[in-house]
């Protein structure tokens, strides 16, 4: 069974930095793409970042130039580095496995969520 569990989340002020991490079990990085995903308050679900098999790296456009995303195959563990923190960053980060489509579709695993606040 696959399960993801997503930690790193918390309050930083504005301007400063958070890396989240993802670590997968009863999934093999081998074929498939994983992302990052985020969910603020009143406002849908939005890809952040992607990376696939071959380490093809998406973005949205709100967050490149300040986010990275990055995995360890060894660790089974997927990352997202996320500098020069804005307060519209605050949202619930998910993170995601097995996409249909690449990069921001059909993920069939999703984790439970970690909680990244910024302050002004």
């Known amino acids: 069974q696959v399960q993801l569990v997503e930690s790193g989340g918390g309050s930083v002020q504005a301007g400063g930095s958070l890396r989240l991490s993802c670590a997968a079990s009863g999934y093999t990085y081998k074929r498939y793409c994983m992302g990052w995903f985020r969910q603020a308050p009143g406002k849908e679900r939005e890809g952040v970042a992607a990376i696939d098999s071959d380490g093809r790296t998406s973005y949205a456009d709100s967050v490149k130039g300040r986010f990275t995303i990055s995995q360890d195959s060894a660790k089974n563990t997927l990352y997202l580095q996320m500098n020069s923190l804005k307060p519209e960053d605050t949202a619930m980060y998910y993170c995601?496995?097995?996409?249909?489509?690449?990069?921001?579709?059909?993920?069939?695993?999703w984790g439970q969520g970690t909680q990244v606040t910024v302050s002004s």
């Open positions: 995601a496995a097995d996409c249909r489509y690449y990069p921001w579709w059909g993920y069939n695993y």
